[in-house]
């Protein structure tokens, strides 16, 4: 039975996602996820995970409108940078819909903790002490 999917487990497979090239679908998925990790996880596992669903139709919007470039090769090193390069702005790109998501999420909370007449003094009351005994 595969290990329960955690962050680092996520991010990896957002990550393989991410670097995906050509006909995108979620058995494709689970096969490159299975060689990559060793695990088999189903699509529905993989889907119930937010980070994995987003970037699974981001990736799959991109790939819709993306037309076949020629392959200009650059040297080793200026290779290994713009590759970094690429999967710093597609994680910035996962980050800033994240935070997109939360904005959201906070205001509608804030809307409900005022219509519930919740203050601002009952919202920054500290979190008590864990016992840890």
Do not use: C
Not at 1 to 6: C, F, V
Not at 44 to 62: E, H, N, P
Not at 112 to 125: E, F, I, P, Q, S
């Amino acid at each position: 039975m595969p290990p329960h999917l955690d962050e680092k487990l996520v991010n990896k497979i957002v990550y393989i996602i991410d670097e995906w090239t050509g006909k995108l679908t979620w058995p494709l998925i689970v096969e490159a996820v299975e060689r990559s990790l060793g695990w088999r996880y189903s699509r529905q596992t993989l889907s119930k995970y937010s980070g994995i669903k987003d970037a699974y139709y981001r990736k799959k919007d991109q790939l819709s409108g993306e037309e076949f470039e020629p392959v200009y090769y650059t040297p080793r090193q200026m290779k290994k940078v713009l590759d970094r390069l690429e999967r710093l702005e597609k994680e910035n790109s996962r980050m800033k819909k994240q935070i997109e998501i939360l904005t959201g999420q906070l205001a509608q909370w804030a809307y409900n903790a005022n219509v519930r007449g919740v203050t601002k003094a009952d919202l920054d009351v500290p979190l008590p002490p864990v016992n840890r005994s």
